[in-house]
């Protein structure tokens, strides 16, 4: 009896479904108005007589971009070698927290060796690449490029 | 649109955007006359309303303008511009989203007591397109484009730039909760066929 009720349900709601679909592919199609075309044509050629834009200077971009990821990352590595030192030094006001000071040699005593050095101007090109991929991909979805 | 005549407007769709990528404005004139009525309509079937429809065609065909260069001759020119339709329509409502109630509130169609079946039926049609309207972006997108200009689920899946079995599922779970909402639409078909009967028995009479 349930096993019934259940297929006779399924029957019913593949129905409803069929029918839903007939009317939304049965939909009459609207007319666009008679100025329609002319409108867009002259928004196409108001904006064909606009100058065109101005090409990105690449060439000249280029060697800045390299140069302030080269000082950024410098920046940032230089952070780490002298101001985690520093940081840990400082001697914070509460009593529970002051023996939270943070040894120097553990800090800057790995973070200093060259290779760490590089990862993190690494880490900084990265993450000067994925936001200008982000921001030509956010662009492009805006119809801007 | 038969085979034929699609041929010829793929064709003339070439000529015309060769034209205007050699420098030729006017071109682009025989795309929009081609692809107006599409592109319109599938504006309509985003928001419902007509003057907004057009404003957002408009915009579609701007882009294409813009973009024309970016086609790539491999795929088909129809794909490509329905796709950047869709992305332009998606960002336009979501800047200014279409004034919907929810699902649940959404009007119910007219029931069996109407006195003019005919006007019952128009008004199911009607809550039916409105309430896809309500439907989150992410089902209503595939509803409104597989049920629109001849689209398949290749071809709307292709529009969209989403796999096809995603969309099956997505149109799948559209029409679960439109059917939810719309419990009894299959009597009012029903309904329509007798009265279509009858007056077909009447003109035979």
């Known amino acids: 009896m349930n096993r019934e ?13 069929t029918e839903i679909g007939h009317i939304l592919a049965g939909e009459e199609e609207l007319m666009p108005s008679s100025g329609f075309v002319a409108s867009v044509m002259d928004r196409v050629r108001q904006e064909a007589a606009l100058p065109a834009p101005l090409p990105f200077p690449w060439l000249k971009a280029v060697p800045v971009i390299l140069l302030a990821s080269g000082v950024f990352g410098w920046g940032a590595v230089g952070w780490v070698h002298w101001g985690l030192p520093v ?9 529970a927290l002051s023996s939270l000071t943070i040894s120097p040699q553990h800090l800057s005593g790995d973070l200093a060796r060259p290779v760490e050095q590089a990862g993190w101007v690494a880490l900084a090109l990265g993450i000067s690449l994925l936001s200008w991929l982000l921001s030509r991909r956010l662009a492009g979805r805006g119809g801007l490029l | 649109m038969n085979a034929a005549a699609s041929a010829d407007n793929k064709q003339a769709d070439i000529a ?27 504006a309509w079937r985003y928001c419902r309303d007509r003057g907004r429809a057009e404003e957002m065609a408009q915009e579609a065909f701007l882009r294409a303008w813009r973009g024309l260069r970016l086609w790539r001759r491999e795929g088909s020119f129809s794909t490509w511009l329905f796709a950047l339709a869709a992305n332009a329509y998606r960002s336009e409502l979501k800047r200014f989203p279409v004034e919907t109630l929810p699902l649940a509130a959404a009007p119910e169609p007219a ?13 199911s049609h009607d809550a039916v397109h409105r309430a896809v309207l309500t439907l ?17 689920v290749a071809a709307a899946a292709r529009t969209l730039g989403m796999p096809e079995g995603t969309l099956k599922a997505r149109l799948s779970r559209a029409r679960a909760l439109l059917r939810q909402r719309f419990p009894h639409l299959q009597e009012e078909q029903g309904a329509r066929k007798v009265f279509t009967m009858e007056k077909g028995k009447e003109a035979a009479q």
């Not at chain 1, 009720?5 to 479904?17: L, M, Q």
């Not at chain 2, 205007?20 to 592109?39: M, S, T």
């Not at chain 2, 029931?111 to 008004?123: D, K, M, P, R, V």
Request: charged share 25%; hydrophobic share 45%; glycine share 8%.
């Open chain 1, 87 to 95: 940081f840990g030094q400082l001697e914070l006001g509460l009593p």
């Open chain 1, 5 to 17: 009720r259940k297929v006779h349900s399924e029957a019913e709601h593949a129905r409803i479904e």
């Open chain 2, 111 to 123: 029931g069996l007591a109407t006195q003019h079946i005919e006007l019952a039926a128009h008004l």
């Open chain 2, 136 to 152: 989150p972006l992410r089902y209503r997108e595939p509803v409104v484009l597989f049920y629109f200009h001849e689209m398949d």
């Open chain 2, 16 to 42: 015309d955007i060769e034209r205007v990528l050699a420098g030729d404005v006017r071109a682009f004139e025989g795309i929009v006359r081609r692809w107006q009525g599409p592109l319109v309509n599938m």
